[in-house]
């Protein structure tokens, strides 16, 4: 069946450093979902990509669609504690009924 | 979101015994889902449900069954749990985007 990876899947990094983390389709996606977990909490949506090399940008987080649809990325610059948690991606299945999530970045941030 | 609630948040229970747990939304969405979250295994679909007489399985229903009492209750029952059924659970609902919106989610121990 579908499955969505992510990279890696735990990241330790000094507050002020760049972080990234890389999600892989097996199949081409309509459109990728990115979510932000807080240690101790639920997973909130962040945004959506459509478009193939889409780009889009929240204060210090930049979003990519690949041109292919089937791989995003998701880049912090100059981390903050407060971007500690775990991010998923996700798309759609094949017939549109559901998410598959990505397995998750564990990102924790050091003062 | 204070929209999507959970019951109980947390629940310890023993090998065999039957548990329920409860999703209550004030969203006004149709669609509504029960995931599982493991470490390191990201969120795992159990059920979704389009509407009332709309129930679909997801990758992992075995052991579980679901009941939609009406558009804004989603409940999800384990007959006899077993120790490995011991995990986060997430009730969510979503839009016509697929954008989901996560309750605050139920710590289940089955021991």
């Known amino acids: 069946g579908q499955q969505v990876m992510q990279i890696p899947q735990y990241q330790h990094v000094q507050e002020g450093e760049d972080f990234t983390t890389y999600c892989n389709s097996s199949?081409?996606?309509?459109?990728i979902q990115w979510y932000k977990q807080r240690p101790g909490g639920h997973p909130v949506f962040l945004i959506q990509?459509?478009?193939?090399?889409e780009v889009k940008k929240q204060k210090r987080l930049t979003f990519q669609f690949g041109e292919a649809k089937k791989n995003s990325s998701l880049h912090i610059t100059a981390t903050q504690t407060t971007d500690v948690g775990t991010y998923f991606c996700?798309?759609?299945?094949?017939?549109?009924?559901?998410?598959?999530f990505g397995t998750g970045t564990r990102l924790l941030v050091s003062p | 979101d204070a929209d999507v609630t959970q019951t109980p948040r947390n629940r310890i229970t023993k090998t065999g015994k039957r548990i329920m747990l409860e999703c209550s939304q004030t969203?006004?969405?149709?669609?509504m889902y029960w995931y599982r979250q493991d470490p390191g295994l990201g969120l795992r679909l159990i059920y979704y449900?389009?509407?009332?007489?709309?129930?679909n399985k997801g990758e992992i229903s075995d052991g579980y069954s679901v009941s939609r009492q009406a558009q804004a209750k989603f409940s999800l029952s384990l007959e006899s749990a077993i120790p490995n059924q011991t995990a986060l659970y997430f009730c969510?609902?979503?839009?016509?985007?697929?954008?989901?919106?996560f309750g605050p989610g139920t710590r289940l121990t089955v021991l």
């Open positions: 969510a609902t979503s839009d016509f985007k697929d954008t989901q919106y």
């Open positions: 199949t081409t996606l309509s459109n």
């Open positions: 990509l459509v478009k193939s090399g």
């Open positions: 996700a798309g759609p299945n094949t017939g549109f009924q559901k998410l598959v």
């Open positions: 969203k006004g969405h149709d669609r």
């Open positions: 449900s389009f509407d009332v007489k709309d129930i």
